[in-house]
């Protein structure tokens, strides 16, 4: 159990008074667990032992439930005196309170202690906080063992059916992600299992998995750089075991319970970099037999880049807008909802639009696949298609989606510290989650406008770009955890006027670009994540 949690046992005779002492005179989160709740070891985990920022409730998916879940929030709940309408799942009757909201709870609940509304103190506690429009994440139990019932003898079984489970292969199947991407949950994810069951053996942790599955992609690489059909064939092969051995990290974490910032971010940076090197070594392999792919190779990377800071940015910002919920009197018994019919989707549908969405594992799929197929030059012909087709049919409904959206920003923070531009810090565009991905796609245009229209190393010219193209990464990642660059380290970088003033200064010049090269290598790959990683050890002490 997490030692930054105190546990509270609820009963009929709480009053929502002792737990807002409990909670306001501790300076840990509060885990309120019902009396009459029966869950797995595994399962009350999702509450103690994965981290938490915000109030978090077990819930269960049911229909007609008496707790509504719209998106990562639960936005819906009731008591014995507050109705619902939509309601979703089910509450479990364990919440954990979370002091990053300490204020917000402390006087939410403080103001309806002495209310005329009655129920149980725990329902009544999270009717208040989802009412405040104070965020209550929902931790989902889907397919799993519970009851909260006050009839002992039916308790008494599900804890009986409870002890006969295999506890580690329920762990497993709950570190098994089922929201992946199609290729991923039914066919990535039957092999990574294996996997992670040997890791788990081997005690082996996260980031050595993450560094085991990079190192099967540099192999990779290096074997798509031979240019030969059966050196090829091996680096598909290898690509796609490394992206299956990528998936047990994350299985291993949520299995172990070994959460960091630090494998966060190496598991998304080496992702990127095996990503990349793949793109140069099938342009690499392919100018070994006078194919010239670089042009296609930089297009598909700054693409790739454009496509990836859009899509964080998107999501990040769509839920903030998303979980902008009203306040409701707390005494009054409707929340007043009303269900809006929907058209349910069918499987087939939802896994169709995960598939257009060209993740990752259909994405290593094609580059496998068509490069055995017909070498660097189909695969480099087929992949900007299908991005260009997945593009074109996922930004039609976010276009829509932010055209709903006020004429105001939220986050901006998010968005500012990844411009590496000058900021307008009056600006009202609903669209800035767009304008990271756009400055990054006119620096990448002029770069390779560049090498069209000069005698430029290609190979050098592509590590420039990628390095560079790494570096907004890195801004994407640390303003997705809240944190910027250093000031220092973002003069050291240029900014984009300045790399591109400077690109032209060698370009008129006639100067090798092989010293930017390194020194915009040097800059971004090591000294940027060296200062990342000494600066959250630090702040980890």
């Not at 364990?94 to 300490?102: A, K, T």
């Not at 990079?214 to 059966?230: H, K, P, Q």
């Not at 009054?332 to 990752?360: L, T």
Request: hydrophobic share 50%; with cysteine; aromatic share 12%.
């Amino acid at each position: 159990m997490s030692v930054n949690l105190r546990t509270l046992l609820v009963n009929k005779s709480t009053k929502i008074s002792e737990i807002v002492e409990i909670f306001s005179e501790s300076k840990t989160d509060l885990l309120l667990v019902d009396e009459s709740a029966v869950v797995t070891k595994p399962h009350l985990e999702l509450l103690t032992d994965y981290p938490r920022l915000t109030t978090t409730a077990l819930v269960a998916p049911k229909f007609l439930g008496d707790v509504r879940v719209t998106g990562d929030r639960v936005a819906g709940a009731s008591s014995k005196f507050h109705k619902l309408e939509g309601g979703n799942n089910t509450f479990v009757g364990i919440l954990r309170l979370s002091q990053n909201q300490r204020e917000a709870i402390i006087a939410t609940l403080t103001e309806v202690k002495n209310s005329e509304a009655y129920g149980e103190a725990l329902d009544l506690v999270l009717v208040a906080l989802v009412r405040a429009a104070i965020v209550v994440s929902p931790a989902s139990l889907t397919g799993a063992l519970y009851i909260r019932s006050s009839d002992e003898s039916a308790r008494a079984k599900i804890k009986e059916e409870i002890n006969s489970l295999n506890i580690a292969r329920l762990r497993l199947k709950m570190a098994n992600r089922a929201n992946d991407g199609f290729f991923s949950v039914f066919v990535l994810r039957k092999f990574s299992k294996l996997f992670t069951w040997v890791a788990i053996r081997l005690k082996m942790t996260p980031n050595q998995v993450t560094l085991i599955s990079f190192a099967i992609g540099l192999l990779s690489a290096y074997a798509f750089s031979r240019g030969t059909f059966w050196p090829i064939f091996a680096g598909a092969l290898l690509l796609q075991l490394s992206i299956i051995v990528d998936c047990v990290d994350g299985e291993l974490a949520r299995y172990t319970r070994q959460f960091s910032a630090l494998g966060a971010w190496l598991d998304a940076i080496t992702d990127r970099i095996k990503e990349y090197l793949v793109f140069f070594a099938l342009a690499y392999g392919a100018a070994k037999s006078g194919r010239d792919l670089w042009i296609p190779a930089m297009f598909m990377m700054v693409f790739q880049t454009f496509r990836h800071l859009s899509d964080y940015n998107f999501a990040r910002i769509n839920k903030v807008r998303s979980t902008n919920l009203p306040v409701i009197d707390f005494n009054q018994a409707s929340d007043g909802f009303v269900p809006v019919d929907r058209v349910k989707k069918s499987r087939f549908e939802y896994w169709a639009k995960k598939a257009i969405q060209f993740p990752i594992g259909e994405r290593w799929l094609v580059i496998s696949a068509s490069s055995i197929i017909g070498g660097a030059a189909f695969t480099l012909t087929i992949m900007p298609i299908l991005a260009l087709i997945s593009i074109l049919l996922v930004f039609r409904s976010r276009i829509r989606k932010s055209r709903t959206w006020p004429k105001m920003r939220v986050n901006k923070n998010l968005i500012d510290n990844q411009l590496d531009f000058f900021k307008n810090e009056n600006s009202t565009n609903r669209f800035d989650w767009l304008e990271p991905s756009i400055l990054r796609a006119l620096e990448g245009a002029i770069f390779i406008w560049a090498v069209a229209a000069t005698d430029l190393s290609r190979p050098a010219a592509f590590l420039l770009l990628f390095a560079i193209l790494f570096g907004h990464y890195d801004n994407m990642y640390r303003s997705l955890q809240g944190e910027h660059k250093p000031r220092w380290l973002a003069i050291a970088g240029g900014f984009i006027l300045g790399r591109v003033i400077l690109l032209g200064i060698f370009l008129a010049l006639g100067w090798s670009i092989i010293p930017l090269v390194w020194y915009f290598g040097s800059l971004f790959f090591v000294i940027s994540s060296i200062q990342w990683v000494a600066g959250h050890k630090v702040r980890s002490k």
